[in-house]
């Protein structure tokens, strides 16, 4: 926080905004009572499809895979009690990680025909954390004038319980590849383990054979499956309700006017906007934030 005048505004404090706290402030937050980081490594998972009889056809005639990206679009989790352990839980994730491929066919004319198609991956994951004790049922009123309160049909409006919090950054595409599976006991592609609200997530994807130079009438003796591996940093929390005491300086008030354009300056609020000059000519790496440093370490790394 920053001093300006007689007011404390938002920004770095000094020593000397220590003597303008006015009150002290009672809150209902969610504490943080444990947290873990992970850097997880998930190889070879397998890769599930909404329409799994295309994607198996389009598996067995591929002659490659690449993978494009791949993002979170859903998370599971279970906080359980861990037994003869007070205060500890353990926190059951899995997460729904979808993975768009790139499976390159052979087309008509001796050419390479590309074929982009989105599957999910799943990953589990199981850590123990502590989330302390206690429990309490929390009801709630909501005031409406002249009439009697909102109480929600009396039902449960939160507990003190331990929340899973997940937090997860861009998953990293490390590799795809096709593997041959000599048995399997899910060849329609296992699209009945995904959950509706997860596969409803995944677009539907179509391609015409007739533009690609496969024998569609040759039996296919192999079975294969698509696999990718990807990159996931996560941390996960347990947090609980509690009401916190905190010095408190003021209200927050804001105190600068909103920048917007209108119908009659439009481009006043344009020209606010720098030149995007990286966007045109990318910085080097010797200007490029931690890029040296990178280097180095990989070099250290190969060493």
């Not at 007011?7 to 009672?26: F, Q, T, Y």
């Not at 980081?37 to 002659?63: G, M, T």
């Not at 929600?152 to 950054?169: F, H, M, T, Y």
């Not at 009945?192 to 569609?216: G, M, Y």
Request: glycine share 6%; proline share 5%.
């Amino acid at each position: 926080m920053g001093c300006s005048h007689d007011k404390v505004l938002p920004g770095l404090i000094s020593e000397r905004d220590l003597c303008r706290i006015r009150e002290a402030v009672c809150i209902q937050v969610e504490k943080i009572y444990d947290s873990c980081k992970e850097k997880d490594c998930i190889e070879d998972a397998r890769v599930f499809f909404k329409n799994p009889q295309q994607a198996n056809w389009l598996i067995c005639h591929a002659i490659n895979v690449k993978a494009r990206r791949a993002e979170v679009v859903k998370v599971f989790s279970d906080v359980e009690e861990v037994p003869f352990k007070r205060g500890f839980y353990t926190v059951d994730v899995k997460f729904f990680i979808k993975v768009t491929l790139d499976f390159f066919v052979p087309g008509l004319g001796g050419g390479i025909k590309i074929i982009t198609v989105p599957g999910i991956v799943l990953f589990d994951k199981k850590v123990i954390l502590f989330g302390s004790e206690g429990n309490v049922k929390i009801f709630k009123s909501h005031f409406v004038e002249k009439g009697l309160d909102n109480q929600g049909g009396s039902a449960l409006q939160q507990d003190n319980l331990p929340i899973s919090k997940i937090e997860v950054a861009e998953p990293i595409t490390l590799g795809a590849k096709l593997v041959d599976v000599l048995e399997s006991s899910c060849d329609d592609g296992c699209a009945r383990n995904l959950p509706k609200v997860v596969s409803d997530l995944i677009e539907d994807f179509d391609f015409d054979e007739t533009d690609l130079a496969v024998d569609n009438t040759r039996e296919l003796n192999i079975r294969r499956q698509a696999v990718a591996t990807v990159g996931l940093f996560s941390i996960i929390k347990l947090a609980r309700f509690v009401q916190l005491l905190i010095p408190a300086f003021d209200f927050c008030i804001p105190n600068k006017q909103c920048v917007a354009a209108t119908e009659e300056n439009p481009c006043d609020l344009f020209d606010t906007i720098d030149f995007p000059i990286d966007e045109f000519f990318p910085p080097q790496k010797a200007d490029f934030p931690g890029a040296l440093e990178d280097d180095r370490a990989l070099t250290k790394d190969d060493l």
